[in-house]
């Protein structure tokens, strides 16, 4: 394989093609284009194929005067998804930013068996999960994924540029970091039981001192029995950890990497939103300044609009959805019981009731993306913490060294990356975000 001096390997190293993202440069020439033919419509003498190679479409005209007639045959047979390479004369639609080919060549790499399960009718969420593997080629499902992509590599990009490095936490843990009740257990050799992690917050606490500001991303599981559209099993998140920051600036950190989440995703993905028809009018109103409002300050306006919710109670899903609906931006919620939340969260100061943490909630109904807080940084106020948790110290002892050598304040927050694509991107859904979605009733495939 050769790679270049700007570190780009070459698409295809034997044979000149060109992506169809590309063609717009192409005009009047003849290029060589692969991809996959997912649909056709042929007029007696003339074919329309639609083809995609994951950068774009494009649809490539066959006319039967202009080709050999072994290629038309082959144009007559072929079934929708197969693969192949087509050679043109480039031309863009008069009125549209849409590019098409003049079709002189065709090869067929495939052709797909005639029975692709799925069509252009309506398919049932269960046919359409079953079939995921396929259903990752559909227009949706590619825009979904593509903005998925930027996401991550955005919040790369972000915490690259403000002094954060990556700290890859493990998988397998002794403990528990969030609610214990929501663990996947493995046997784990003669050590006995061993969690798969929830998050790893925890251990990447340990990096802030060795190296001031860090970040992880990866998979986390939960067996939360929860089967509503925000929930997964399995899914990937991003914890981020840095010292001598407070709870305000916590809040500051998390509202600017959000905001540069939207900015490029508006940007680098124009044509994916549109393909998801997502109002992104919607999207830039969350570059303005994000809400902030107190967990009390939160139930009494639920209470107003009729929630059922009580004082000093997690707000649910309906109540994150009518709540958000009061505003265009984002809403931190801050300032909870410590009761309901986890036990490193540092109590205010001026009411040890709550603590200084926060959710971040995303408008539209797409509920919370952000959970974050200040931590505990004293010894002793953490072991009453742990007590009142009864969580067993001899688990914890190398967290509770943390307070011993050079404890400083710090906070930090956690997103869900499927959430966050799932507002981005206008899905319902989460389970639509992740290539490969887990939920308590479905493993497959
Ligand atoms: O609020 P959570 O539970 O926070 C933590 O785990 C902290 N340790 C994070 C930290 O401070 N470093 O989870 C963080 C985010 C939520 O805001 C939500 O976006 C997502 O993870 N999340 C889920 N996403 C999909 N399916 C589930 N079952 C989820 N549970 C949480």
């Known amino acids: 394989m050769i790679i270049d001096a700007l570190g780009k390997t070459p698409y295809n190293t034997h044979m ?55 290629i038309w045959n082959s144009v007559d047979t072929l079934n929708l998804e197969s693969s192949v390479r087509i050679t043109g004369t480039v031309s863009k639609h008069p009125k549209k930013e849409e590019y098409e080919l003049q079709v002189s060549g065709l090869e067929v790499i495939h052709n797909a068996a005639p029975d692709f399960p799925i069509g252009k009718k309506e398919h049932g969420p269960d046919f359409l999960l079953q079939n995921r593997h396929l259903w990752l080629r559909s227009p949706r499902q590619w825009a979904i994924q593509r903005i998925r992509n930027t996401i991550i590599n955005v919040t790369y990009e972000y915490f690259n540029q403000n002094d954060y490095i990556k700290i890859d936490a493990p998988i397998f843990t002794p403990t528990s970091c969030e609610d214990s009740t929501e663990l996947f257990e493995v046997e784990y050799f003669d050590e006995g039981k061993a969690y798969l992690t929830q998050s790893g917050q925890l251990y990447i606490e340990s990096a802030i001192f060795s190296h001031g500001r860090v970040f992880d991303f990866g998979p986390v599981f939960r067996a939360e029995k929860s089967k509503t559209r925000r929930h997964l099993t399995e899914f990937w998140m991003m914890d ?79 109540d994150e959805t009518m709540l958000t609906q009061q505003y265009d931006s984002p809403v931190f919620v801050t300032h909870w019981p410590a009761a309901i939340k986890a036990f490193y969260m540092q109590p205010d100061p001026n009411d040890p009731t709550k603590i200084l943490g926060s959710d971040l909630l995303a408008p539209e109904g797409y509920g919370e993306i952000i959970g974050g807080s200040e931590r505990i940084h004293d010894y002793d106020l953490l072991v009453k913490k742990m007590e009142e948790f009864n969580l067993p110290r001899e688990d914890y002892e190398w967290y509770l060294d943390l307070r011993k050598y050079g404890s400083v304040p710090h906070s930090g927050f956690g997103y869900g990356l499927e959430r966050i694509t799932a507002w981005i991107s206008g899905t319902k859904h989460i389970r639509e975000t992740i290539p490969f979605p887990r939920m308590i009733n479905r493993i497959y495939p």
Request: proline share 1%; glycine share 6%.
């Open 16 to 70: 000149k093609t060109v992506l169809l993202r590309e063609l717009s440069q192409h005009v009047d020439n003849e290029v060589t284009i692969q991809g996959w033919m997912f649909n056709k419509r042929s007029s007696g003498k003339i074919s329309f194929l639609q083809v995609r190679d994951g950068s774009g479409v494009t649809q490539a005209i066959v006319n039967k005067a202009d080709v050999e007639e072994s």
């Open 240 to 318: 981020a950890e840095a010292a001598f920051v407070d709870f305000e600036g916590n809040m500051d950190i998390q509202e600017a990497l959000m905001k540069y989440i939207i900015e490029k995703s508006l940007r680098e993905n124009a044509y994916e939103l549109k393909v998801l028809e997502r109002d992104v009018e919607a999207l830039k109103k969350c570059l303005e300044p994000f809400v902030r409002i107190t967990h009390e300050e939160a139930v009494k306006t639920l209470q107003g609009l009729g929630s059922d919710i009580k004082d000093g109670e997690d707000l649910g899903a309906d």
